[in-house]
């Protein structure tokens, strides 16, 4: 009898089952179910064909001074046109060149063999030149000038009264000329800030032996030409009074 019973409820369970697939059916809870499960399933999208990124290639300027990148950028014409205005502002001033003998010729000086005035003879000197210069047309000005070793030896540069050249010379570097007592001619470089000879000015003083003591009178006949006088300091050596 008990075996009737379980017989009878598993017939019942089972019944109900397939009604309530019945049911589920005539609803399409099944379907339903299916793509709600497919709906939460993440999907493995499809590897995207790619294409490998390549680095931008730029431009970079090498690092250089700015000094030389500014002389760098500056164009042709842009240096052409400062050259221009440069030597219209201030032209530079040169002499000829020396030819060849007058290289030999002018060769510089034995330096070991110095010889130093006696400050008597150069007085004595300096008086003469000053007796001299008296004796010259006043309407030419003219100055004194002692030698010393820098004007005679070594550095070659002979320094101008500053007055002098302030009231009767180019204010501007020019080319002066020195013309001594037998005519010949020797270009030089004044240089009127500095107001001094120098370019040229060496050729004169080995040309004519100039020494420490010698008193030279420059005298200008033209505004850019100088008459020059020589009194020789040796004349007042070894005793010789002025």
């Not at 032209?91 to 070991?112: E, H, Q, T």
């Not at 030149?129 to 047309?137: I, V």
């Not at 037998?182 to 003083?205: C, H, I, M, N, Q």
Request: net charge positive.
């Amino acid at each position: 009898m008990v075996a009737a019973r379980q017989l009878t409820y598993e017939e019942s369970r089972r019944k109900r089952l397939e009604e309530n697939n019945e049911r589920l059916k005539a609803l399409n809870l099944p379907l339903l179910s299916q793509a709600l499960r497919e709906s939460l399933t993440p999907k493995s999208s499809p590897a995207k064909n790619s294409k490998p990124r390549r680095l931008r290639e730029q431009q970079v300027a090498l690092r250089r001074s700015i000094r030389v990148a500014n002389k760098a950028a500056r164009s042709q014409d842009e240096i052409s046109e400062q050259a221009v205005t440069h030597e219209a502002v201030s032209p530079k001033v040169g002499i000829p060149r020396v030819v060849a003998s007058d290289r030999i010729r002018f060769k510089g000086r034995d330096l070991s063999n110095r010889v130093y005035a006696s400050d008597e003879a150069r007085t004595c000197s300096m008086l003469r030149a000053g007796e001299l210069q008296a004796s010259l047309e006043p309407q030419y000005p003219s100055f004194l000038k002692s030698m010393l070793q820098s004007h005679v030896t070594g550095g070659f540069w002979l320094g101008l009264p500053g007055h002098f050249c302030k009231a009767s010379l180019p204010k501007s570097d020019a080319i002066m000329t020195l013309a001594d007592e037998e005519g010949d001619e020797y270009p030089t470089v004044f240089l009127a800030r500095k107001t001094g000879l120098s370019g040229g000015w060496k050729r004169f003083s080995v040309a004519h032996n100039l020494v420490d003591g010698d008193a030279l009178v420059f005298q200008l006949i033209r505004p850019t030409k100088f008459k020059v006088y020589i009194v020789r300091v040796s004349s007042f050596e070894e005793g010789n009074k002025c």
